[in-house]
């Protein structure tokens, strides 16, 4: 039998603009979800493989699906068929037979991959064998494991501690992201950024100081008993399908939805559940009861205004609404927070809401009559300038009312990456606490760095300073997912080594350090069994802090492929010797012996190796949810004072935010379509208010040059379809990533540092028609699909 068991697949570049638009979708899922899932992962993998891996996706002996962070039920039997569309796809995307082999990289140079998208270049399939490409060459070249990591550790020791960074992306399992912080953490650097850095760090840097853990307080359970959701900021019909069947729980419960959002997304409207005969049939069932169609950086002055307007309730009628008893034993500063929002500025609420006062007064008596809400929120709200400040604010309201600790209330912050939170929770954080560090080095005998390290945004800009000479990336693709692409493309390049732990060729692959080296691992669905005790298996923390197993069963594409802990492993001793202090060859043999550090370091997972082992796994501790107590410094939660603050974008600009189409994971791309928003064969749309677009003077369709503006500078991105587009009035909609090379990099979230993705100020210049098409996305669909 070969030692790679997959096909090269060729693709054309054919020019030919193929996008086209239709109305947008009015519900979410149905019968045409569950044909393209499966359109899709048996394209990818075959049928025998795709029956095999679909089946155990999120079973409690199967795979945790990779595609979000979003929880099962882990009481009561499970559905036979836990995985949405978007899961499928993603798990298809992994099972892939097609390989990027060494004979694939042997037919494109550097210079050739540069031209290709990011579409085409995922799509190439698996990497089967460890590759390398050094300074002057022009082609990676497959080089021995063993070469590889004395390469790596060369590099390590021709330079010092603080000018290595060790990325990660939040599909890292738990007990993967424990050894790499380790080894960061031994040689001597807290520079570990991570994906988190991007997404939800504004979470994290609003819930610390206020309630005392940087996660929710909600758990499954709680959606389907709460009287009212809000969900803030979130598409989840595209990128948390599931989360819908709990919306459609709780109202079928008599509770209340409401999504606030610039775009009418279809899973914020209706969801035709496909697990069941009913909803592969009928319209579907509505997900919310109102839609509040905000500007983008609009939800502060909302979230004000709410608090407002309850204030004023109290005050008309004392007791009614405020938790008195709550607010006075649990919390500090009610008080200073009541006095900032007794007077309203009702002009600047409705000019930074776009919303009608009616609509605002309505969500305030929605939230009167509850006894019991949940506020969840994604991105739209943790991608701006005024981030944490706005998550604070949904902190007020739910102290407010006393919505913390008991059922069918809480803080959702709805995870992105399907391990990001665990990769938190065990240690992946440039900022550790030194009570981490305190049991980090008693446990191992090491002396863990105490000064902080790179975020994300930080990193890049020292790679593009010349103060960092090797960069790691477990996983994830940085070249594309940071902003200001430019500058972290051209710090890539000017890095020293930069190293890939990856499944898939990647943009990151291609703008490569000086030296070059790629390390391809097993993903999720993969078998993992060489091992001297045989098969292994590893974990992984959901979004409502659930740890769970997760285990593949699929042969690998190749036999090259190492498991990610093996490699970790590997690469520590290379790095630090056989002598070590830390036995690396013992937790990669067995990964219970991993578990068992963690236990020891990791609070909350005292016993590790046995709970991981019941049926769906446990649940870490959580003192909001669990007891109403607020692990803060006071030992209480606490209200906050935010000033108002919206987007002004300058004259003849409007704002810019970057989302996910339906068919795309993060920075990897299915395929070219965004069904329910009618978007198809095509990404660098901008989808913009018909009046806006008469006030652009541009017809619909117009081809045009999209340029930012920050702090006095001009970013440019080429050949973008302007597409009229029901969002709020004022703002814009692109895809990321290919519109990331018009966020400055210094245009961030206060305090948590992450990019402004969604608070980007732009105009358009049009640009003549190229003859030869519209754009590089346009034609790739079509060809992807000749290619079979
Ligand atoms: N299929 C699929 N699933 C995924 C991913 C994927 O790429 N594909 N990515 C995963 C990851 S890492 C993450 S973090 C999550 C992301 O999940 P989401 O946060 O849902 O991701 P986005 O596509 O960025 O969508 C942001 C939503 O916020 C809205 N929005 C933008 N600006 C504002 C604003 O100012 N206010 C309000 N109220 N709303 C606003 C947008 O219209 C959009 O509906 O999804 C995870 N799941
Ligand atoms: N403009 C804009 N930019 C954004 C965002 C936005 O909303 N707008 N969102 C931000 C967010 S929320 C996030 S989370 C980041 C995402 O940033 P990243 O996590 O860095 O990016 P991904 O696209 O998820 O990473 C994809 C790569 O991971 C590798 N990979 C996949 N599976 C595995 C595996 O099992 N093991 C290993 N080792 N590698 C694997 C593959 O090689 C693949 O190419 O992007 C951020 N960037
Ligand atoms: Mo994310």
């Not at 149905?30 to 359109?39: D, S």
């Not at 905000?294 to 307007?309: N, P, R, Y």
């Amino acid at each position: 039998m070969s030692d790679v068991r997959g096909r090269i697949v060729e693709f054309n570049d054919i020019d030919e603009n193929a996008l086209e638009v239709s109305k947008p979708k009015g519900a979410a899922a149905g019968l045409k979800a569950v044909e393209v899932a499966l359109q899709r992962a048996v394209r990818q993998g075959g049928v025998s493989r795709t029956v095999r891996s679909l089946y155990r996706i999120n079973q409690p002996d199967g795979v945790d699906c990779p595609g979000c962070a979003w929880p099962e039920s882990i009481t009561g039997d499970r559905k036979k068929i836990e995985f949405c569309e978007n899961g499928a796809k993603a798990l298809a995307e992994e099972n892939t037979t097609r390989v990027a082999s060494p004979e694939w990289w042997a037919q494109y140079s550097i210079a050739e991959l540069e031209q290709k998208t990011e579409y085409w270049l995922g799509q190439s399939g698996r990497i089967t064998h460890p590759m390398i490409i050094r300074e002057g060459e022009t082609h990676y070249q497959p080089i021995t494991w063993n070469e590889a990591f004395t390469t790596i550790a060369e590099h390590v020791h021709a330079t010092t501690p603080d000018r290595c960074t060790f990325y990660t992306s939040g599909r890292t399992p738990n007990e993967t992201a424990f050894m790499y912080q380790l080894i960061a953490r031994s040689l001597g650097t807290n520079n570990l950024p991570d994906c988190s850095n991007m997404c939800h760090e504004s979470s994290g840097s609003a819930l610390n100081p206020t309630i005392g853990i940087g996660k929710g307080t909600v758990s499954l359970e709680d959606l389907e008993k709460a009287e009212l959701i809000f969900v803030v900021g979130q598409n989840p019909g595209t990128n948390h399908p599931r989360m819908l069947g709990s919306l459609a729980e709780c109202r079928k419960n008599g509770g209340k939805v409401v999504a606030v959002n610039p775009l009418p997304e279809a899973g914020l409207l209706r969801f035709k559940d496909p697990q069941t005969p009913k909803g592969l049939l009928a319209d579907g069932e509505r997900t919310s009861d109102e839609f509040l169609q905000i500007k983008v950086g609009g939800d502060l002055a909302l979230l004000q205004a709410l608090g407002h307007l309850l204030l004023q309730k109290e005050a008309e009628a004392p007791g009614t609404i405020v938790d008195r008893e709550f607010v006075e034993s649990s919390t500090l500063g009610f008080q200073e927070y009541a006095d900032a929002r007794a007077e309203l500025d009702w002009d600047a609420t409705l000019e930074a809401t776009g919303l009608e006062r009616s609509e605002i007064e309505m969500a305030a008596d929605m939230l009167a009559n509850s006894k019991a809400t949940i506020f969840c929120w994604a991105l739209g709200i943790t991608q701006q300038p005024h981030s944490v400040d706005t998550i604070k604010e949904i902190i007020n309201l739910l102290l407010l009312q006393g919505n913390f600790g008991k059922p069918g209330a809480g803080a959702c912050p709805v995870r992105g990456h399907s391990n990001v939170q665990g990769d938190r929770t065990f240690g992946i954080w440039e900022k550790p606490t030194e009570a981490l560090l305190e049991r980090i080095d008693k446990e191992f005998g090491i002396t863990s760095p105490r000064e902080h390290g790179y975020d994300s945004t930080e990193s890049m800009d020292a790679m593009y300073d010349g103060k960092t000479d090797v960069f790691v990336s477990l996983g994830g693709n940085l070249a594309m997912a940071n902003s200001d692409t430019a500058h972290m493309e051209e710090g890539l390049r000017r890095t020293g080594l930069t190293v890939h732990i990856s499944t898939k060729p990647n943009r990151s692959h291609v703008t490569h350090g000086k030296t070059s080296i790629i390390l391809p691992t097993l993903g999720r669905t993969d078998l993992d069994d060489k091992h001297p005790g045989g098969m292994q298996f590893l974990s992984v923390e959901n979004s409502m802090s659930v740890i769970s197993r997760t285990q593949g069963r699929l042969q690998p594409v190749s036999d090259h492929l190492l498991a990610e802990p093996v490699i970790l492993a590997r690469m520590a001793r290379e790095i630090f010797g056989p002598d070590h202090i830390v036995d690396w060859k013992a937790m990669a043999d067995d990964y219970d012996v991993i578990r068992d550090h963690c236990s020891r370091v990791i609070p909350g997972t005292e016993d590790f190796n046995t709970r991981v082992r019941t049926k769906y796994g446990f649940v870490l501790p959580n003192p909001p949810r669990d007891r109403r107590s607020f692990a803060t410094a006071a030992g209480k939660a606490h209200f906050t004072v935010s000033p108002l603050e919206y987007l002004t974008p300058p004259e003849g600009h409007l704002v810019l935010q970057t989302m996910r189409s339906h068919d795309q994971y993060n920075t990897t791309f299915y395929g070219l379509d965004d069904r329910y928003r009618g978007i198809k064969g095509g990404r660098r749309v901008i989808l913009i208010h018909p009046e806006d677009l008469k006030e652009t003077g541009f017809a619909d369709r117009t081809l045009v040059d999209v340029i930012s503006v920050f702090k006095g500078e001009e970013r440019r991105a080429d050949r973008f379809r302007l597409v009229a587009y029901p969002t709020a009035r004022g703002c814009v909609a692109a895809y990321y990533p290919e519109a990331n090379a018009l966020v400055h990099r210094e245009l961030v979230a206060r305090e948590s540092n992450t990019p402004g993705f969604k608070a980007v100020m732009v105009r358009f210049e049009e640009r003549a028609e190229d003859p030869q098409g519209a754009n590089e996305y346009d034609q790739e669909e079509s060809t992807v699909e000749a290619a079979l």
